[in-house]
DNA sequence: TGGTAAAACGAACGTTCGTGCTATATACTC
DNA sequence: GAGTATATAGCACGAACGTTCGTTTTACCA
């Protein structure tokens, strides 16, 4: 019920709040989690450094509650539509392709969020790198849960290793985004793309072949 | 001739700076190239701020020499060893190898300093950026030319796609370099090096074959 | 309409940042 | 040993940092 209200006495101070972190999400994807500085966030939403200050209570709880909406975002923008194809194969692929779209699409200046920061805090113990590092290990999960289950399903070869497979997706995915970052060029892209799809139909049964060699297509037709 | 004299009026501070940019590469592998403050750097050093800074100028100028400087370290450590090898595909697998191994060894406590400040500075326009981009080409190009020479020699398949390999190549180094640094786990670096095998030996020619199992026992029986 | 709690503000704190300016110490040349 | 260029130090600066404080504005409820 708390959830649903949207009015009320707290109702501004969650608002103000959400606006926030909208904004500390874009910000940090490009500048760092510590290059995100309250006087500057204050700045772009036309606000005192105080007023702002007040919704957190420290600089390192500004950064997790950052990183925090940073996930929702990520699984609303990919872990969700990618689970709405049909487990196996297919839900693999949209999985990494989506995960590539959306990188691609720059809806954050920075790329990748959580490639950023993890490079920015890998050596930075505390309270955020640690949040960084379990999120990340989620993803990496969902994508061995992803393998797995198309091996269930029979659409994938079963003696390959899962968690190989998916340290290697997610390989040409952090190589995709730095590619892009770095140089600009959308090949990077089309590139990892090719890598990932040579081993899931070098891997894929005769039953998995055909869901793949569809979703192909689909995927072109949309991005042409 | 300028080169090789060790002692004379300009000699002691050519000998601070190295001893500076030295220190720099190491805090800057893991604190990224802005966390390098001048006055921790002269703390470290037991030199005064003003001291130090006379030897570049201004920041940014502190910035591209410590980049300049990790080149340096990357070629004598990895480049160099490899070349070694006689070209082909024992270069090219020399070469990712010895990568591995030396972000694996933990000479910086950031791991990779340009896969470090690559993604801090993406989003930074300016000669750093600019130097670090340019850098990352160059050892792309390398991987990309060693893969060429493979295939001329003969022992690498020649219709793969050297730029793309090049790309699969690097993402799976950044890849465990990101995992490494996020999670301690060592195995990152098997599964890269399994990786990169399973690609190299699939593409290996019945010539480069022999040349590849011969250095993977060479290289386990060294690591063990 | 008056009371009240949440939300936002403005000003200041102590630090640290990069960067000047000026002076001293060092080491080489003549 | 005097002269000189180089190398380092000392000190101060303006700006920005995260943070704290007391106050004022806002918005709801009785």
Redesign the interface.
């Known amino acids: 019920m708390t959830k649903l209200e949207l009015t009320g006495r707290k109702a501004q101070g969650e608002r103000t709040r959400k606006a926030i972190l909208e904004t500390a999400v874009h910000i940090a994807?490009?500048?760092?989690l510590?290059?995100l500085t309250i006087g500057r966030l204050a700045l772009e939403l036309s606000m005192s450094k105080s007023g702002l200050f007040a919704h957190f209570g420290s600089k390192e709880e500004l950064q997790v509650a950052t990183v925090e909406a940073a996930r929702a975002i990520f699984i609303r923008e990919v872990i969700k539509p990618a689970f709405e194809a049909t487990q196996g194969l297919l839900r693999l692929w949209k999985l990494c392709d989506i995960w590539l779209a959306y990188v691609q699409s720059g809806v954050f200046?920075?790329?990748c969020f959580f490639?950023?920061v993890?490079?920015?805090f890998?050596?930075?113990p505390g309270a955020v790198r640690d949040r960084?590092?379990e999120i990340?290990?989620e993803w990496l999960a969902t994508l061995r849960n992803a393998i797995i289950e198309a091996q269930d399903a029979g659409h994938l070869n079963k003696d390959i290793d899962a968690?190989?497979l998916a340290?290697?997706f997610?390989?040409?995915e952090?190589?995709?985004n730095?590619?892009f970052?770095?140089?600009s060029d959308p090949r990077?892209f089309k590139?990892?793309r090719?890598?990932i799809l040579e081993r899931l139909s070098r891997y894929a049964t005769t039953a998995g072949g055909p869901l793949l060699s569809a979703s192909k297509t689909r995927t072109s037709r949309a991005r042409g």
């Open positions: 994807s490009a500048e760092g510590e290059g200046r920075g790329g490639a950023a993890a490079a920015e890998d050596s930075r960084i590092a990340m290990k968690t190989q340290f290697e997610n390989s040409l952090l190589g995709a730095w590619a970052q770095l140089y990077a590139r990892a090719e890598a």
